[in-house]
């Protein structure tokens, strides 16, 4: 790890960062108005009494690079706790200094420490570079597996709950 780099666990206090990072995500996945998360959700679902996530912050030279956050899901056909990769950003000022990478090899050591089965996560099929460094990193890409996903009022009618 390069010596001007700290990665750390975040804390309440990183709030405002994290949600500035994900903003910054957004913004370079051409989605910059998707992004509806405040500083109270981020709080309470990251720092609360029953967390939803963690957080690695990384910061260079004591500025905020970058950050991983993460959770953990279940294997039940293999016993064991999986972590999930959420999203991994470094700030396109501080790219090429080691940092993702550095983000990329703490996550799998947190898996190891967990005695996590696997290490997993999605990537936009246009990100060729992001592609690049998880393949290189020893990363397969599962295409015979498909995402799914229920929103809105879509879950809403699933759940029997839409507004009548």
Known sequence: ???DLILRD?????APAILALIRDLAIYEKEPHAVIATEEDILRDGFGPEPYFRCLMAEWQGQTAGFALYFFQY???EGRPALYLEDLF????????????ALFQRLA????????????WECLDWNQPALDFYEASGAKVLREWLNLRVTGEELKRLAGTSAQ
């Open 90 to 101: 470094v700030r396109e000022s501080f790219r090429k200094r080691g940092i993702g990478a």
């Open 10 to 14: 975040a804390v309440p206090t990183d």
């Open 1 to 3: 790890m390069p010596n």
């Open 109 to 120: 050591q947190i898996a190891l420490e967990r005695n996590c089965t696997r290490f997993q």
């Open 75 to 77: 294997s039940t056909w």
